[in-house]
């Protein structure tokens, strides 16, 4: 079992940025892929990013590439989302998963989930 905590949500304007973190804890966080998806109202469940257990490889949806950076410090069980340059269509609450088989992109694959984060951009 992996317990997931999503902290560092909030308002911000349009251009802002925000940094996620997500602290891990029960099992050895280095075991797992990790990832972020986002959620809006009305909205299903879709993939922002993911990062592989070394933390060499990366994916990211195309609506957040090259604003958004996924990272993981395997010594401090963490996982981040850096957020750049946000636009309104980011408002979304922001799950972070963990994956004990090789997936990257599929939620249905994802094992372990946090209870999300609130993120909110305002125009």
């Known amino acids: 079992q992996v317990q997931l905590v999503e902290s560092g949500g909030g308002l911000v304007q349009a251009g802002g940025s925000l940094r996620l973190s997500c602290a891990a804890s029960?099992?050895?966080?280095?075991?797992?892929?990790m990832g972020w998806f986002r959620q809006a109202p009305g909205e299903e469940r879709e993939f922002v990013a993911a990062?592989?257990?070394?933390?060499?490889?990366?994916y990211y949806a195309d609506s957040v590439k090259g604003r958004f950076t996924i990272s993981r410090d395997n010594a401090e069980d963490t996982l981040y989302l850096q957020m750049n340059s946000l636009k309104p269509e980011d408002t979304a609450v922001y799950y972070c998963?963990?994956?004990?088989?090789?997936?990257?992109?599929?939620?249905?694959?994802?094992?372990?989930w946090g209870q999300g984060t609130q993120v909110t951009v305002s125009s």
């Open positions: 998963a963990a994956n004990r088989a090789t997936n990257y992109y599929r939620a249905a694959l994802y094992d372990y």
């Open positions: 029960g099992r050895t966080f280095s075991n797992y892929i």
């Open positions: 990062i592989s257990r070394s933390g060499i490889t990366t």
